[in-house]
């Protein structure tokens, strides 16, 4: 950790030493270390929950609104495309006006955002409120780790980031069971609910322990321009993939968004080159190790996001659990993680990245296969299996891929390489849910119309057509009302069986990004500055 001049949130340095990795002893409350680490795991819990637990209220909202699978879709992409674009500017943000302010404004954004979108009627209401919990998610984030990097002394460091990992794994772990049980025994919009008294005692907490810190040296102006230029970039991008099973893939539209990403992309990449404080040094990626690992994370993320994201229809409308049930079954995975990551620390400590990483995204690579070959008869130990093989492969990956992209960047540029990392993390589960969601809607359209031929049913029309891909796309059998059983349960055989196909061809498409990501993995090193990118990289 770099020797930083602070100065605390009255201007004065009381309590607040010149080096934030020695701080001066905190009057009171305010600013004790740990007082701090419990006030900002609190704030972060909540994110870290929301991660998981709205994957398993996802087939409610969209029966209860119902939502189309791109509108599904935009719950998760709207999500992650707000917070993967706003994280570096929130944490230029907290540099310039203080960490403690902008985790308070988080904090309460991210409540208020929940509580309207459990007030919500419509999906669209739902999508807008979530990209105001990404905006107010991505303020939270990088404003917690600024105020533990300045809270606590650098001995002390490494074991309150891992204690706030944990509080991070388990309710990231958590989160599809305390979903379940929401969903089943509530509404779904309880699990958005929840947040509001979790944000509340967050923000209590936070008025009364959090002392601000702030650099001597913060930045003084903001890449507006870079920012608009790259979220439009990721918005193009994004929203091609999404409509290009409506509109086609070789249809204009598809294909202008495309070429306006592309665009959009390039120009942000010349500005950031003029400009005096850019968004994203690009200075940066002159180091490959530094470039493997932000790629990595893409690639890590596309696989974990994507292949995640069909699981829980998987689960609840072919093999028609319930929410907890299904939440159940997932904590294999979110458990491996929490029991993988410190041995995956320990492992990176004593051999570098290198190998761990790419063992870990191998291991990845087989789970992926091994999901495409489950079907509607596969059983609770199988699932278990590829979930636990999963999680154990994405460990080393979580861990250590914030090594590389900080250890290898200059020490002056670390904040900037933290937030590159978790917003690469973010693109990727942004960009995995919608490529192979495009890959699950193209397969179940070609496939669809003969299954259902072959199995002897009456022809639909072009929008009866239309209508049952829909539906199949997230698992549900389009059974009319009054039909007779055996029609239904021929239906309903067709559906499932083709929603297998779609996710199965997902999840080998899945496989080969990870396959990709192991190549990718071989290129990343520890850099000079690894010791102190290390704390870091396990949150």
Same mark, same amino acid.
């Given at each position: ?19 934030? &990795? ?22 972060? =819990? ?21 939502? $189309? ?50 007030? &919500? ?14 905006? *107010? ?107 290009? %099973? ?21 120009? *942000? ?21 530094? $470039? ?16 995640? *994201? ?72 199988? =699932? ?26 200059? =020490? ?46 009456? %022809? ?19 059974? %009319? ?21 779609? =996710? &199965?061809?997902? &999840? ?32």
């Amino acid at each position: 950790m770099t020797s930083q001049t602070t100065i605390d949130e009255a201007g004065q340095g009381g309590g607040a030493s010149a080096d934030p &990795s020695q701080p001066g002893p905190a009057k009171g409350l305010r600013g004790h270390p740990w007082f701090t680490l419990i006030t900002v795991a609190v704030g972060v =819990m909540m994110v870290a929950l929301d991660g998981t637990i709205v994957a398993i209220a996802n087939p409610a909202i969209q029966k209860d609104l119902g939502a $189309s699978f791109a509108d599904v879709q935009w719950i998760t992409n709207g999500y992650f495309l707000a917070l993967a674009v706003s994280l570096i500017t929130a944490g230029k943000l907290g540099d310039r006006f203080g960490h403690r302010q902008t985790f308070l404004i988080g904090v309460t954004g991210f409540a208020a955002a929940s509580g309207a979108i459990g007030l &919500s009627d419509s999906i669209a209401m739902v999508v807008t409120f979530r990209v105001f919990q990404g905006l *107010f998610g991505a303020l939270l984030m990088p404003a917690a780790l600024g105020l533990l990097r300045a809270t606590f002394p650098a001995e002390k460091l490494n074991m309150a980031i891992g204690i706030w990992g944990m509080v991070i794994g388990a309710s990231t772990a958590g989160g599809p069971i305390l979903g379940g049980v929401l969903v089943e025994h509530v509404n779904w919009q309880s699990v958005f609910f929840i947040n509001v008294p979790v944000g509340a005692l967050a923000l209590v907490l936070g008025a009364l322990m959090l002392l601000d810190h702030r650099a001597e040296n913060a930045p003084r102006s903001f890449d507006i321009p870079g920012i608009v230029l790259l979220s439009g970039a990721m918005f193009c991008l994004v929203w091609a993939l999404i409509k290009a %099973p409506a509109w086609g893939w070789g249809d204009g539209k598809t294909w202008a968004f495309i070429g306006a990403s592309v665009l959009a992309f390039a120009v *942000f990449a010349f500005w950031e080159t003029k400009v005096r404080e850019p968004l994203i040094p690009l200075g940066l990626f002159r180091s490959v190790a530094l $470039s493997a690992g932000v790629v990595l994370m893409v690639l890590m993320a596309i696989a974990f996001m994507g292949g995640l *994201f069909f699981v829980t229809f998987y689960l609840q409308n072919v093999h028609g659990m319930s929410p907890i049930d299904a939440g159940l079954h997932l904590l294999p995975l979110t458990g491996m993680m929490i029991v993988g990551s410190p041995l995956a620390g320990a492992l990176i400590t004593k051999l570098g990245p290198r190998v761990p990483l790419a063992g870990g995204m191998a291991v990845t690579a087989l789970a992926m296969y091994g999901m495409s070959t489950l079907d509607t008869g596969t059983g609770s130990a199988t =699932m278990s299996l590829w979930f636990a093989l999963l999680g154990l492969g994405l460990a080393p990956v979580m861990v250590g891929a914030t090594e590389v992209i900080v250890g290898n960047a200059p =020490m002056e540029l670390s904040g900037v390489a933290g937030g590159l990392q978790q917003a690469a993390m973010q693109i990727g589960g942004s960009l995995g849910t919608a490529v192979l969601g495009a890959v699950m809607a193209s397969k179940v359209d070609s496939d669809l119309a003969g299954n259902w031929k072959d199995a002897g049913l009456p %022809p639909l029309t072009a929008a009866q057509e239309h209508q049952a891909s829909e539906a199949v796309q997230v698992g549900v059998a389009p059974v %009319p009302k009054g039909v007779p059983e055996a029609v239904a349960a021929k239906i309903t055989s067709v559906a499932h069986d083709t929603f297998i196909s779609g =996710m &199965s061809l997902a &999840s080998l498409v899945a496989a080969g990004v990870a396959v990709v990501a192991v190549l990718v993995a071989l290129l990343t090193k520890r850099g000079e500055n690894a010791e102190a990118g290390a704390g870091v990289g396990h949150i």
